[in-house]
Structure formats: C-alpha cells, structure tokens
C-alpha cells in the first residue's frame, strides 16, 4: 500500500493563479480531510468527506473548494491564490462513520508558496 | 465546541532525561485524545490514542499517555529520551458522535540534547 499520497510536494504560485491540490489514498478510507499546518497554529480543518459525493467544510474553508468524486481521491482548489494561503497543506483520510477514535493517516504534505 | 491546549511551545531535554508534553482539553461530551508526531518535512504520523479503555494508553517508541478526567489532561511522557524522540509533537481531540474531525493544539517542539 502507497497510504496517502499527495502531489506536488512544493509549489510557487503568483497571487490569483489557480492550482489543485492532488491527494489519493489506496485504503478504502470513506473519510479524507485537508488541513493546513501555520506556524504556531497547528493544524486546522478546511474541507472534509464522509465519503464520494459527499464534502462539507470545517474550521478554515474559505478560498478552497473540494470535490469528491471517487472513493481514492479527494483534490482541493485554490481558484485565486492569496499570500495568506501559503502554508504546508496536509491530506489525511481513514475509516468513516460516525464514531470517533479512528486513526487518520497523513500525507506526506505540500507546500505552498504564494507570491 | 472541543479545545485543546499544549502547554509549552518548546521543550528542551537531555538524552536520558524523562520527556514530558502537556495537553489539556476541552470537550463537553466524553472526547477521545491523540497524540502525533511530527518528523522533519513528514506528515503526520499517530504516536497513541485513548478511546474510553484503559486510562493509561502505550503507544509507539515507548511513549505512554495517561488520561486524568479530574484535571482533563492526557499528558504524553517517556521514561528516557532519545535523540530520535526530536520532533515535533500534536495532541488533538475528536469527540463521540463527532465522526473523524480532529482538532489540534498548536504543537510542541521536542529538542533532544546530548
């Protein structure tokens, strides 16, 4: 198993180009979520999908869009590149349902730089 | 809503010397707790978990976790530090009926002297 897995690994974009975010999980995994890692700030919730179809935002959605169209993948879009969106985005994904305890599996991260 | 506080955004230890991480939560229902480390330009990866058994949780390279609901802490400890045990360190909550949302403290950086 190839776990989770993402590209690019780094990335420089000029303010307002856009770009996707490629992550994939060969597990099975129903739940993926995306998280962005700040400085001082940890990790915090942007999207997240119970499973294919289904996305809902979490603490920091705003600026990014997901889909969820397969099981195995999970992108996120950033339509207009900002500053305040570089960051180090991690994608993680692990069993669903609603009962919590279940252990996330992370990749291994992009960073983004915006200029 | 579920919190979480680590207490020290950087600890310094000697190798050999007993490491300890503090995280205090919030949670209005009965959470469950993580702690995962963090290598150099890696992911993630999960160190120990408390899901309601056991209060005293083992995880891996002889980390432990001990869940105290009196003082809503699940500090993370080892015995005797290894310069390997350099990293960085994320204690995080979900809660029951939450499904898998993870929220993280805001990290605590392990440096390992010799």
């Known amino acids: 198993n190839a776990g989770v897995t993402q590209t690019p690994k780094f990335q420089v974009l000029k303010t307002g180009q856009s770009m996707t975010l490629q992550c994939a999980q060969d597990m099975n995994h129903e739940y993926m979520s995306w998280y962005r890692q700040d400085p001082g700030m940890g990790l915090r919730l942007i999207h997240y999908s119970v499973g294919a179809g289904i996305t809902d935002q979490g603490e920091v959605p705003n600026g990014y869009n997901v889909s969820r169209s397969t099981t195995e993948d999970f992108p996120l879009r950033l339509l207009s590149a900002a500053p305040s969106q570089t960051s180090v985005y991690f994608c993680a994904s692990s069993y669903g349902g609603l009962a919590g305890g279940k252990t996330q599996y992370f990749g291994p991260g992009t960073r983004l730089l915006v200029l | ?114």
């Not at chain 2, 207490?7 to 310094?12: E, K, N, Q, R």
């Not at chain 2, 949302?101 to 390992?112: C, E, I, N």
């Open chain 2, 1 to 114: 809503a579920q919190s979480v506080t680590q207490l020290g955004s950087h600890v310094s230890v000697s190798e050999g010397a007993l490491v300890l991480l503090r995280c205090n939560y919030s949670s209005s229902v009965p959470p469950y707790l993580f702690w995962y480390v963090q290598y150099p330009n890696q992911g993630l990866q999960l160190l120990l978990k408390y899901t309601s058994a056991a209060t005293l949780v083992k995880g891996i390279n002889g980390f432990e976790a001990e869940f105290k609901k009196s003082e809503t802490s699940f500090h993370l400890t080892k015995p005797s530090a290894h310069m390997s045990d350099a990293a960085e360190y994320f204690c995080a909550v979900s809660d029951a009926g939450g499904g898998n949302k993870l929220t993280f403290g805001t990290g605590t950086q392990l440096k390992v002297e010799l």
